[in-house]
């Protein structure tokens, strides 16, 4: 990234089927840290999102509420923007979907692909889920019906449709994927190269059963048909350049983009779809995708019948847009699911923030006061205290590269706070005020000089986190972050002298939690009655046979005697967490008068009971060994 003149980065645009979650301001708030960093660095950045506003589901949610779907999503696109602005978000472009320079640039990608021969017109039949916008193999159904990434029922639809060749860019894709590693983090790519070697079948890129979409080209006269909510949404981040209109400077100054930042759930779609859409009309490829994973609140799944949906509004109204920004970039490695917990929130804020970054602060502040008037000079920094500068300059010139391009946010503020444990430390083990009290002044001096610097290395590289917050450390250590600093800094160089200012402390003690608790008053949908509960047969069974199921992530193959003379075969989706031959002589617990299903090709009799939190999942187990199908009760 040390070359880069550009540098183009975008958040996906978010489906405006519902108002913005934590999930949202994740995403937005890591585009923004690396946006500002870059702009910092002196690179011409363009950061774009935006809102994703066609489609089945967007239509019939409009309906429901007696509104058209342009009134619709008039009212939740406008929902993240005011979000995004109330956050201070330093995007430079807002995208829509319903956007009339948008619309015309999908029209021409879809009209040059279609002269190209990448597209023609078929009939297609099949499970489609409307909630994600996806057609499902009868193979990944659950029970038959089950849509295996949301669960919600799929429909059986048959319509005409245009379909564009994915399969004639297999290769080319696979290709990309082995040589270039552009996704991050890098353990997600060997998943996409596996879905991508078993087979690409054309995509349905077009439907006639609803109207809220894209028209197809007048050139090609089919008004019934409007663009797949896939085609049409990836296309934004082209057009928001320029894409489709007379002026395409912007595509030419910007793309290729050098990082998309997308959730997990919608990897695929970025790192297969979306480059052969590009392959297609012979534009290059993004330079990296960035997937992450999704949170929890307190290690549950989060849903409005359970009443703890994270809004981010009240948690940053609560705690503070820059604390709350601090804390989803530090509590949870890039890639990874996370657990959003006040409790952990309050930590980091009392911790992090106020003892390590802000009593730092205020301890120099006040030295430099008791001793020096508030003087601080950095004149013999180098002399006292080289080991520790070096250290500080150390985890400085490697931390951009490894961390930050890399996301991994964790790390890069994890090594920040390195520096600031050097200063603790200093502070610690040379005791200024000994020194003083021995009449060494020149080397008590150079102490709060050496911290000063190096709170000044952390103010400048935290920049992007804290912008406000950073900006008042800098100010109080007599200067300004802007792309000359932030060279100074990265060239060695050390603060001019200056007079200390004295501010308030930045980080108040939280002694307890602030966010309102709300109550919820609607009774749980999933209670059940003691008649209901004792219809269900649970039995001890024993592992007898286990394989993999190929072609699955998730699934064992497991045989288990239930003591009926004939074992049962069960699906577990368990790969992950235990190997065939850990599971073959063991005993489970099984739910045995379950109605069987079909997954991946295979009947499951049966279900096994287990366990699972933020450390992993567990199978239920008897104490002590049981007979085989002793009921459990």
Known sequence: MSDCKTYYLTTPIYYVNDVPHIGHAYTTIIADTIARYSRLKGIDTFFLTGTDEHGQKIEEAARKRGKTPKEYADEI????????????????????????????????????????????????????????????????????????????????????????????????????????????????????????????????????????????PKEINDPKHVVYVWLDALFNYLTALGYGSEDDSLVKKYWPAKLHIVGKDILKFHAVYWPAFLMSIGYELPKKIAAHGWWTRDGEKMSKSKGNVINPKEVADAYGIENFRYFMLREVPFGADGDFSEKALIDRINNDLGNDLGNLLNRIIGMAYKYFDGKVTSENVEKYYPDELNEARSIISEIE????????????LEELWKILSIGNKAIDAYKPWELMKNGEEEKAMALIGLIANLLAMVAVYLHAVMPKTTSKIADALGFEINNESFNAINEGKLLDDFVIKKIPPLFPKIEKPLMKKEEVVKEPENIITIDEFFKVELKIGEVIEAEEVKKSKKLLRLLVDLGEGKPRQIIAGIKEYYKPEELVGTQVCVVSNLKPAKLMGYASEGMLLGAKDKEGFSLIRPEKKKKTGTPIK
């Not at 039949?125 to 919600?152: I, R, T, W």
């Not at 082995?178 to 995509?203: A, M």
């Not at 590269?401 to 890069?412: D, I, N, P, R, S």
Request: proline share 4%; hydrophobic share 30%; aromatic share 16%.
């Open 401 to 412: 590269e490894k961390y930050l391009w890399k996301m991994q946010t964790h790390k890069f």
């Open 77 to 216: 696109s406008a929902k993240f923007k005011e979000l995004w602005d109330e956050f201070e978000i330093s995007y430079d472009k807002f995208i829509r979907t319903t956007d009339p320079e948008h619309i015309k640039g999908v029209q021409k990608a879809f009209l040059e692909m279609y002269k190209k021969g990448d597209i023609y017109k078929d009939y297609y039949e099949g499970h489609y889920c409307v909630s994600c916008e996806s057609f499902v193999a009868p193979s990944q159904l659950v029970n038959d019906e089950l849509c295996p990434d949301c669960g919600k029922p799929t429909r059986i639809i048959k319509e005409e449709s245009y379909f564009f060749k994915l399969s004639k860019y297999q290769d080319a894709i696979l290709k990309w994927l082995k040589e270039k590693k552009p996704i991050l983090p890098e353990s997600r790519t060997n998943e996409v190269i596996r879905f991508v070697e078993e087979g690409l079948k054309d995509l349905s890129i077009t439907r006639t059963s609803f109207e809220w979409g894209v028209k197809l």
